[in-house]
């Protein structure tokens, strides 16, 4: 009997190489020892053939999806592939079926998910007794950060397995073996060839598209350099989600690399996040905060140049505006520190809540009435102006408390200046209250 017309077809028609080079055994799989070595969590399930449900947490093109098929088939379950994206309750009532039905004869099923993120709270929430009492073998992949996007109860029953970005020996690998594929190497140079490795950005499929364009290309007369590898293929956006947790890691990075006094770094990050196409108002919005939070008052320009930086971007636009922002950067790195108005606000707040309801000491309220002046309100005051030095000395604390220093500045920048002065205040406060004694 003649093989079906779209089996014909199907078996004539063009593989991608990425899809030809696809790893047919673990060991065959880059750049994830870590995982996948025989003495790693991964490999000693597989040696032991005890599979577990898992989250395989990574970037895009690590191979999430080609592990999933082959600890399917290293432990002879079948495999069950659904996306979060195209798939719906329906879709997995039908996995859950098909499972009992294997079940009941003596296989297991390993049901993989891609994107599971995607699916709702419900949906996950499906999953739990199937996976508790075996009838499916869980494996879910993901690029977001499993313990914000997935439930609690679903993470409790699953290992969490994080695979790392192809580093270059393991994209140097790939580009090998498409080379062997296609009998010939690569026409490019040897800085070319790392700039290749370097438009991958750690992702081994896109890498391999780009191979695969180069191939298709007539070879020319001599290998190309780096310039004229980017007259042939595109270097793609930096990978950044704006709303995921890239957003924050490059947020975080951008500060603590400020707080470290490490400018270089942070305008590093800073151009990440804008090459990523972050929202220059919220960057700006954030150095304003480090300005205020670690810069402080050990230099009080920082406040000034940041809200200028701002304003500088409004009126500017991109791709101008940004330049105040990376000059911003420079001057936040290079500051002084200082969190102790931070920190001392937080003091007083602690105080404020533990302190409940003391009122300040009658000699400091207002009497705009006779009864309140009859009960002791200004009393006493001392119009600090009119003292010597335009300091009296008096106590502004509840008299119920005990005074507090909550502010301690540190001997950095412009608060060593502010240190001097409230070592002088204190002295003459001693003063004037043994005085007043």
């Known amino acids: ?3 079906p017309m779209n089996g014909l077809f199907e078996a004539s028609a063009p593989r991608p190489l990425a899809d030809r080079l696809r790893p047919q055994q673990l060991g065959e799989v880059v750049g994830q020892d870590h995982l996948l070595a025989p003495d790693a969590p991964i490999g000693r399930m597989v040696a032991h053939r005890r599979m577990a449900s898992m989250i395989l947490w990574g970037p895009p093109g690590c191979g999430k999806t080609t592990i999933a098929r082959l600890l399917a088939e290293a432990s002879d379950l079948a495999f069950e592939p659904l996306s979060a994206v195209f798939s719906g309750v329906a879709d997995l009532r039908k996995v859950f079926d098909r499972a009992k039905q294997r079940r009941s004869s003596g296989q297991g099923t390993l049901l993989f998910v891609d994107e599971v993120h995607r699916f709702n709270k419900a949906q996950q929430d499906g999953f739990l007794p199937y996976v508790e009492d075996g009838t499916v073998v869980l494996i879910g992949a993901t690029t977001e950060n499993p313990s914000f996007e997935l439930n609690a109860a679903l993470l ?3 290992q969490v397995m994080v695979l790392r970005r192809l580093d270059e020996t393991a994209l140097q690998e790939l580009v090998a073996r498409a080379e062997r594929e296609v009998g010939r190497p690569l026409p490019l140079q040897p800085e070319a060839r790392e700039a290749l490795l370097a438009m991958a950005d750690g992702d081994g499929r896109y890498l391999l598209n780009l191979v695969e364009e180069l191939f298709a290309i007539p070879e020319p007369d001599e290998p190309l ?3 004229g590898l980017t007259t042939v293929v ?3 956006a930096p990978v950044y989600d704006k709303g995921g947790e890239e957003h924050y890691n490059l947020i975080s990075a951008l500060h603590k690399s400020l707080r470290g006094s490490d400018t270089d770094a942070a305008l590093y990050w800073l151009a990440r996040m804008l090459a990523g196409g972050e929202d220059p108002h919220y960057i700006a919005r954030r150095l304003l905060r480090f300005a205020v939070e670690d810069v402080g008052l050990a230099e009080p320009q920082a406040m000034v140049q940041a809200l200028t930086a701002w304003q500088t971007f409004e009126r500017l636009g991109s791709p101008e505006g940004e330049l105040a922002l990376a000059q911003l950067v420079v001057f936040l790195g290079t500051a002084p520190k200082s969190n102790a108005a931070y920190t001392a606000y937080k003091r007083a707040s602690r105080a404020a ?4 309801s003391l009122t300040p000491p009658k000699h400091i309220l207002n009497a705009p009435t ?3 002046k009859d009960l002791g309100y ?3 005051y001392a119009y600090d102006h009119d003292a010597p030095d335009a300091f009296s000395g008096q106590n502004y604390f509840p008299e119920e408390m005990e ?3 909550f502010y301690r500045p540190v001997e950095r920048g412009f608060e060593r200046e502010i240190s001097k002065r409230l070592e002088y205040w204190d002295k003459l406060r001693k003063q004037r209250q043994g005085q007043a004694s």
């Open 1 to 3: 009997m003649a093989p």
């Open 234 to 236: 595109h270097r793609r």
């Open 156 to 158: 409790s029953r699953c």
């Open 378 to 380: 200004g009393k006493g």
């Open 225 to 227: 350099d780096s310039a």
């Open 353 to 356: 809540r533990e302190t409940g």
């Open 403 to 405: 005074r507090q220093k």
């Open 370 to 372: 006779r009864m309140m």
